[in-house]
C-alpha cells in the first residue's frame, strides 16, 4: 500500500508537522514526525486541513512503459560483455583502452585527463565484440549506481605497476563489489623499469583481491598501453570470462538502454551517450529518457558515423532529444509522441514538486499522494 511520512506528507502541504501529528491525536492515533502513515488516513488529514488532494498511482502513467514479460529462451542471442575500466588517476586506464583501439584519444584530451565517458567497442581476437566504458574517475559511476543504474557486467582494473594500489584502486574494488560484477586486474606499465608487479598483487590481498597466481580467483594480467605487452591476453580473459557469465539479450524488442552522458552540443542539440542493453533502438523511434523525450534524429556509433539502428550492449550517441537526459537515466522507447509527452511530465511535474517539498514551497492546494 502506498505510504508517507508525516513529515513529507506536513511538507507537501506546506504545514507544520506538529498540526498533522495533532489532528492524527485528534483521532486516537500518537505519531512521531518520521513515522509512516498510510494514504488514505494521509488523505483525511490532508483535507481537513483544506487542501485538495489529488491521487497519482506511479503506475497508472508509467505502467506498460518497459514491458515486464519475460523474454523467450530462442529470442535470447549471445550480446558483448559491458566492461568498465576503473583504476586510480593516471594509472593509464584511457591509454589501456586506446592501446586496445589502437586510437589516439589519449592526444586528443586536454591535458591526457579524461574529459568525458567514452563508450566504444573493439573486436576480441576470437572476433568477438566487446563493449568498453571509460571513465573519467568514479563520480559518474557513483551516481548511475546510486540510482540504479546497472551498466557493467565485468570492471577491469587497471593498477600501475609502479605506483601500486592507491585511494581510487580500494574505490574501484568497493563499486565492483557493490555492483556485484567480476573484477578483472590488469597491472599496467610493466614496460617502466621501476615497475613492480608482485607488489601490486600483495598489497590487494589486504582488498581482498587475491589473483590466480596467488592461489586465488580473479583473473590477472600483466600489460603495457605502450608497448601493447599483454593487451590481447586482456581481451582473451574478458571474452572468457563473458562467456562463463552467458550474457544474452533479446534484440527483437523495442530498444532500451541507459543514458551513460549527456550534453548539450551547439550544433547537434541534446547529445545522449546510450548503451543499448536490450532490444534494438531504430532511428525514427520516440524515446524517453528521464524527464526527456525525442524523436531519434541520428544514431552515432563509436567511430562517429551514422547507424539505422543499435543492438544490445552497443553505444550510441542519440540525437533528437527535446531536452538533455541526465546520465544513468534509462531510455525506453514509447509507442507514440503523446505517450511520450504523458510520461515526461509526469515525471517533470514529480520533479518539481520533489524540489518544491524539499525547499518548504509545496503547492497548498494540491497534496499528490505517492508511495
Ligand atoms: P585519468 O583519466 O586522468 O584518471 O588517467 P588515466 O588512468 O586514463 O591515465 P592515462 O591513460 O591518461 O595515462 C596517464 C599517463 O601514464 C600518461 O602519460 C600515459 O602516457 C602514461 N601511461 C599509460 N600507460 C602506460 C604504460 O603502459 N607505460 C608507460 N610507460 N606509461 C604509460
Ligand atoms: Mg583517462
Known sequence: PETITIQELANRMSERAVDVIRLLMKQGQIH??????????????????????????????????????????????????????????DHGKTSLLDAIRKTTVVSGEAGGITQHIGAYQVAAPSGDMVTFIDTPGHAAFTSMRARGAKVTDIVVLVVAADDGVMPQTVEAISHAKAAG????????????????????????????????????????????AKTGDGLSDLLEGLQLQAEIMNLRANEQRDGEGTVIEAKLDRGRGPVATVLVQRGTLFTGDIVVAGAEWGRVRALIDDKGENVPYAGPSVPVEVLGFNGTPDAGDRVVVVPNEARAREVTEYRARQKRERIAARTGGANRSLVDMMR
Open 32 to 89: 512521531k514526525i518520521t513515522d509512516v502513515i498510510d494514504s488514505d488516513s494521509a488523505q483525511l488529514i490532508a483535507e481537513e486541513l483544506g487542501h485538495t488532494v489529488r491521487r497519482v498511482a506511479e503506475s497508472d502513467v508509467e505502467e506498460g512503459l518497459v514491458s515486464d514479460e519475460p523474454d523467450l529462451e530462442e529470442d535470447l542471442d549471445p550480446r558483448p560483455p559491458v566492461v568498465t575500466i576503473m583504476g586510480h588517476v
Open 181 to 224: 560484477v567480476p573484477l578483472i586486474l590488469a597491472i599496467n606499465k610493466i614496460d617502466k623499469p621501476e615497475a613492480n608487479p608482485q607488489r601490486v598483487r600483495t598489497e590487494l590481498l589486504q582488498h581482498d583481491i587475491q589473483v590466480e597466481s596467488m592461489g586465488g580467483e580473479t583473473l590477472e594480467f600483466e600489460v603495457s
